[in-house]
T-cell receptor, first 111, second 114 residues
Framework: GQNIDQPTEMTATEGAIVQINCTYQ??????LFWYQQHAGEAPTFLSY??LDGLEEKGRFSSFLSRSKGYSYLLLKELQMKDSASYLC????????????WGAGTKLIIKP | ETGVTQSPTHLIKTRGQQVTLRCSSQ?????VSWYQQALGQGPQFIFQ???????GRGNFPPRFSGLQFPNYSSELNVNALELDDSALYLC?????????????FGPGTRLTVL
């Protein structure tokens, strides 16, 4: 079967750093996406990884290890507006269109 | 550049009824995907349309059907509604069906089935 695991909820302090992990088991691998979703809103794209390593984009970075079926999203200098759900999604090798989504990690930022 | 729009925002139906949800893709995008998102869950892929043809489908029954029009807008139709169909329905457009394409999501339609 195809499975993506993320922690259900995490709490962090404003100004700190937080790492959200994602592990996946899919029929092959053709890229991993991270999306941010505020409550009641649509997901918005954060990052895309297809090769091993770290992709940095401002305060957000995403890491991928294909051999371990593992990714993480790193958020630095946390702001209150970063309170949201963070969704990990994988495109399987046998699909050029379908994304398999995790249930999302709800991140709560405290002052 | 116009973003992805969906209508209606909210909808209440009763079991057994039929519903049509609409989506207008972002300008220049020819691919649209539909997702169902239950509360507290990630989106579940329903199907994707590319240049007016369905080119992929998730694990949803045939009573979930769709259309894509020449202007790349799209509809999701659900027949014989069931209580479990209550969810947020998201459409997402992209430039093509390629693997690296970022999908741009609309605000969603919240469907409640009573």
């Amino acid at each position: 079967g195809q499975n993506i695991d993320q922690p259900t909820e995490m709490t962090a302090t404003e100004g700190a750093i937080v790492q959200i992990n994602c592990t996946y088991q899919t029929s092959g691998f053709n890229g991993l996406f991270w999306y941010q979703q505020h409550a009641g809103e649509a997901p918005t794209f954060l990052s895309y990884n297809v090769l091993d390593g770290l992709e940095e984009k401002g305060r957000f970075s995403s890491f991928l290890s294909r051999s371990k079926g593992y990714s993480y999203l790193l958020l630095k200098e946390l702001q209150m507006k970063d309170s949201a759900s963070y969704l990990c999604a994988v495109r399987p090798m046998d699909s050029n269109y379908q994304l398999i989504w995790g249930a999302g990690t709800k991140l709560i930022i405290k002052p | 550049e116009t973003g992805v729009t969906q209508s209606p925002t909210h909808l209440i139906k009763t079991r057994g009824q039929q519903v049509t949800l609409r989506c207008s893709s972002q300008s220049g995008h020819n691919t649209v995907s539909w997702y169902q998102q239950a509360l507290g869950q990630g989106p579940q892929f329903i199907f994707q349309y590319y240049r007016e043809e369905e080119n992929g489908r998730g694990n949803f029954p045939p009573r979930f059907s769709g259309l894509q029009f020449p202007n790349y807008s799209s509809e999701l139709n659900v027949n014989a509604l069931e209580l479990d169909d209550s969810a947020l329905y998201l459409c997402a457009s992209s430039y093509s069906q390629g693997s690296a394409d970022e999908q741009f999501f609309g605000p969603g339609t919240r469907l409640t089935v009573l």
